[in-house]
C-alpha cells in the first residue's frame, strides 16, 4: 500500500503531538523516567481487523525523538488478528512513553477505518461492485481517512467540492430540475470534471438519460428497483448505490448490478481497532 506523502501527515502527527504535550511536556514520564533510560516495546493487535496509519504512529515517536527506531513487521493493508504483533520500536524510554498515545490513536482509528471497509469489500467480493467511501469524514483528518479506506480495499469517492460536480436533491431543487442542474453543470466545468446526479426514483433516472451524465447515485433504493435501474442504464453511466448500507444489505444491493456502494459510516461512525502497545524489553 503506498503511503501518504510526510508533507500530508506531518502537520497533522505534529498537531496532534503539540496537543497532547500541552504548556509542560509529558510531566508524568519526565519525573519517573531516567533520562538515559532504553525501551522496547511492540505494536499488538488485541482483535481481527486491517492495519492502517503506521506511517503516522512512526512518524509521531520519530517527532518526538528521532532516535527511536521502528521495525515494522505487518505494513499498512495487512490483515490481523489478535496477538499479530504489527511493528516492533526500540530506543530512549522517554520518547517511547510520550509519543504511545498519539500513536495509538492514528494507527487505531484509521486502522478501524480500514477494516470496516474491508468487512463491506469481504461481503461483496463475488460482485463486480466496489465499496467506497464520502465526505463524510472527521473534518482535517480527510486525507488520512480516505487513505485508510484504500488500505481495507476499497475505492476513494471525491475528495473535496472541488475534484468533481455532485449534484443532490437540494442542487436540483433550488436550480428547477434535473435537466436544468445538469445543462448549468456542463455549460460550467471543464471536460475533465466528471458530473453525478443523485436520483430516488426511476422517473428521475429516465430524466437524467435524456440529458446525460458519467455517473448517477441511486439514492436509498432496493435491490429490486435498483435492478430496474441499472437496466435502463444499461452501461451509459456508472451506477452508484448509496443510503444506510450495513455489510448485511450491501451483499444484495451488490447483487442488483450497481458498480458503486458508498458507505457514509466507514469514516464517521468507524469503530477503532484495539491496538495496544506491550513493553518487552
Not at 22 to 46: K, P, W
Not at 72 to 88: F, K, N, W, Y
Request: hydrophobic share 50%; proline share 4%; aromatic share 2%.
Amino acid at each position: 500500500m503506498r503511503a501518504l506523502p510526510e508533507l500530508v501527515i506531518e502537520p497533522l502527527v505534529r498537531a496532534a503531538l503539540l496537543e497532547d504535550l500541552g504548556r509542560a511536556g509529558d510531566v508524568t514520564t519526565d519525573s519517573i523516567i531516567a533520562a538515559d533510560a532504553r525501551a522496547t516495546v511492540q505494536l499488538v493487535s488485541r482483535e481481527s481487523g486491517v492495519v492502517a496509519g503506521l506511517p503516522l504512529a512512526v512518524l509521531a515517536w520519530r517527532l518526538v525523538d528521532p532516535r527511536i527506531t521502528v521495525e515494522v513487521h505487518l505494513p499498512d493493508g495487512s490483515r490481523v488478528e489478535p496477538g499479530s504483533v504489527i511493528a516492533t520500536a526500540c530506543g530512549p524510554a522517554r520518547g517511547l512513553l510520550t509519543g504511545e498515545r498519539v500513536a495509538l490513536n492514528f494507527l487505531g482509528h484509521l486502522s478501524g477505518v480500514a477494516t470496516g471497509t474491508a468487512t463491506i469489500a469481504d461481503a461483496i467480493a463475488h460482485t463486480h461492485a466496489q465499496v467506497a467511501d464520502t465526505r463524510k469524514t472527521i473534518p482535517g483528518l480527510r486525507a488520512l481517512q480516505k487513505y485508510a479506506v484504500r488500505c481495507g480495499g476499497g475505492a476513494n469517492h471525491r475528495l473535496g467540492l472541488d475534484d468533481a460536480v455532485l449534484i443532490k436533491d437540494n442542487h436540483i431543487a433550488v436550480a428547477g430540475g434535473v435537466r436544468q442542474a445538469v445543462e448549468a453543470a456542463k455549460a460550467s466545468v471543464g471536460h475533465l470534471v466528471k458530473i453525478e446526479v443523485e436520483v430516488d426514483s426511476l422517473a428521475m433516472l429516465a430524466e437524467l438519460l435524456e440529458v446525460g451524465a458519467d455517473v448517477v447515485l441511486l439514492d436509498n433504493m432496493g435491490p429490486h428497483l435498483l435492478r430496474e435501474a441499472v437496466a435502463m442504464v444499461d452501461g451509459r453511466m456508472v451506477t452508484e448505490a448509496s443510503g444506510r448500507i450495513t455489510p448485511e444489505t450491501a451483499v444484495p444491493i451488490a447483487e442488483a448490478g450497481v458498480d458503486l456502494i458508498s458507505v457514509g459510516w466507514l469514516t464517521h461512525s468507524a469503530k477503532v481497532l484495539d491496538v495496544g502497545l506491550d513493553h518487552v524489553a
